[in-house]
């Protein structure tokens, strides 16, 4: 392999001088006899390579039919990465695929369905399930729980009740919460929410905000309009409620991602993905993670992260036997002790160090199973969450509530309607 | 006012000019400072200096052990190589064939001669962004000629090899505009004693025009490494065309640093480390780089 690859090196620096010669041999993606070739989205991420390396092995070590590779490639661009493929044809025969977009790449006609046996994914938490249209089309080994970080400390000193999934903070609680925080603990901010972190995290961690008041992104009767979902009176609400977040000074409009301002003590509280908490817990000897408040309509969180799914041109036989392999509670056990996340089954939680029953992270299991809201399952979510990330961070900078709710449901109707509905 | 008044004011009016420009250059070089300084820090001891002065001293928790992460996160010295490759290639080859179509446009007489000049100018318009797409597409069903061992294959598709970074970006229009513009303001004796002598256009351009241009070689030599989306700052091509890591440059690795949780101590010794050779290269070629930008009229 590394000898091929000098041989290109060479190659490339002869032939492209010389104008015609060959440079080297092109490798070519996607299916082809006994080879199965698999993209993930986490180079530079040694943990999760080193898992799907072991389903690599097991896999190949207990058949003689197929052989998986696989190819890494990093996040952020991740996404223009197979969409380029796709367009040239050079999809391979598995991806990963992060939750919310596999409406979009199943309408596209990047993924065929899974035909994997029911036995294996009824044992999954729902939100690590792509479900597009009634079909199933990628599964995750594991899911994200977003909490609210505080010090158990920091709200005695202001006097604030910790809440339980029993019995959450109220909007009122959490307000007065938040008021008790900066008028008594000295912090500089009573809540860090990320807010540099713009991209997928806005849909993803203030959303739900926006869903416990009731509202939505989307009119998921219809996934045709955010007309009244995201403009109505609940959204209207939650807009005035956020923007008050900044206003009112709990919260810093311009606070750097990874909630570094939790870390740092600058902030009392930050609304957190659990990937943040074995850091947290290392930083604080009192760290809580507690359950979001209930804004009216309970506490939503966001739901739906990477999972695995087969491309269209994809060996369907040899894709959906690697699943099988990939699936077993093992792998997902070790997807989740390598990384911190959340297992997606009860049977590898058993397994783990931080999600078993006594484990000091089970909480965000529960959080997942009882609050989790997929972003909308449509291919339009794409638009929906680029629109939504921009007019929220204008409501953040004092936009006014109403006009930006409005001009945001115009671009998502205006997309959904020149794309004809995509499919619905 | 006599002379001897201007030598005593002529160094006060020097420190009045040299202090805003001293100002400029700091303000300028913060950036750098601050990524060589975070370079060397954890995580909390980035944030924790992020409001004062420290940000851009190496000071409190330091080591080198950000530059050690590097080399265990990413095929340093792959990328690196990859990066050198094609940079090389597109440049030196680009030299090449620009100059050489910038002077048949500006000295050779010929049918068409006009149209192709402002076919090849009117190109300059449209962003590369807008082109990426059909360029993809493009490539993705070129034909090549391989090698199985000796034995020559057609294939179909340039994606995923050196050739689809380099060949692409060798031709630029910017550059054969330059050539062209700087060779019409030679004086054509040159070439018509030559043709006396007996030289044919390759000796006369070779011979002739290339020892007398060498600053414009030297213009577009920089402003390819610079400004092209092929060379050192190669992110967005080499993202939709290559898909293994072993042909992938130095700027898709800025991406590996990005993770959930990101080590920016990381991500800033890894910028701090590509950042070195294109400093070299400006050091280098400072005086060409300041007369190359006034020429060209660009502030890129």
Known sequence: MQRRNLMKLAAATGGAALAGPALAACTASGASDGKLLLWTHTAGNDAELGVTDQIIKAFNDGQDTYTAERESFPQDAYNDTVNAAALSGDLPD???????NVANWAWAGHLQPLDVPAEITDEFLPTT???????????GHWEAACSIFARESVLEAARVRIPTMDEPWSREEFDEALERIAADTGH????????????EWYPYAFSPFLQSFGGDLLDRSTYLSAEGALNGPEAL???????????????????????????QGDAAMTFMGNWGALQAMEQFDDVLFLPPPDLGAGPKIGGGSWQWALTSTADAK???????TALSDEFVAEFANQTGLIPATNGAAELTEHYGPDGDLRMMMDYSRSYAVLRPETPAYAVIASVFTQYAGDLIHGGDVQETLDAAVAEIDADIEANSGYGF | MTAATMKSRTPARRRWLYAPMTL?????????????????????????????????????????????????????WRFLANSVL???????????????????????????????????????????????VPMVYLVANLPWIGFEGLRPVLEIGWLNTYHVQIIPFIVNAFAIFLFAQYFSSLPKGLEEAAAMDGAGWLRTYWRIIVPLSKPVFATVLILTIVTSPATWNAYLWPLMTVQSEELRPVM?????FFQLDTDWGEVMAYISMITIPMVAVFIAFQRSFIRSIASAGMKD
Not at chain 2, 48 to 57: E, G, H, T, Y
């Open chain 2, 86 to 132: 094609v940079t090389a290639c597109v440049t030196g080859l680009g030299l090449v064939v620009n100059s050489m179509c910038g002077y048949a446009l500006a000295r050779m007489r010929w049918r068409g001669r006009a149209v192709v000049f402002g076919f090849i100018i009117a190109t300059l318009i449209l962003p590369f962004d807008t082109t990426i």
């Open chain 1, 129 to 139: 399930l792509g479900i597009f249209q009634d079909r199933l089309y990628s599964v």
């Open chain 1, 318 to 324: 040899g894709g959906n036997a690697w699943m099988e």
């Open chain 1, 237 to 263: 609400a939650w807009g005035q409620w956020f923007q008050g977040l900044f206003t009112g000074g709990f919260a810093n409009p311009e606070s750097p991602i990874g909630a570094e301002e939790f870390l």
């Open chain 1, 188 to 199: 500089r901010w009573a809540l860090d929410l990320s807010t540099a972190d713009i991209g």
């Open chain 1, 94 to 100: 598995l991806l990963t695929v992060d939750g919310p």
């Open chain 2, 252 to 256: 898709v690795g800025v991406q590996y």
């Open chain 2, 24 to 76: 400029l250059a700091a303000f300028f070089l913060f950036p750098i400072v601050f990524m060589l300084a975070a370079s060397l820090k954890t995580d909390h001891q980035i944030f924790a200096d992020m409001d004062s002065l420290k940000a851009f001293l190496p000071v409190g928790d330091v080591s080198f052990a950000n530059y050690a992460a590097v080399f265990e996160r990413v095929p340093f």
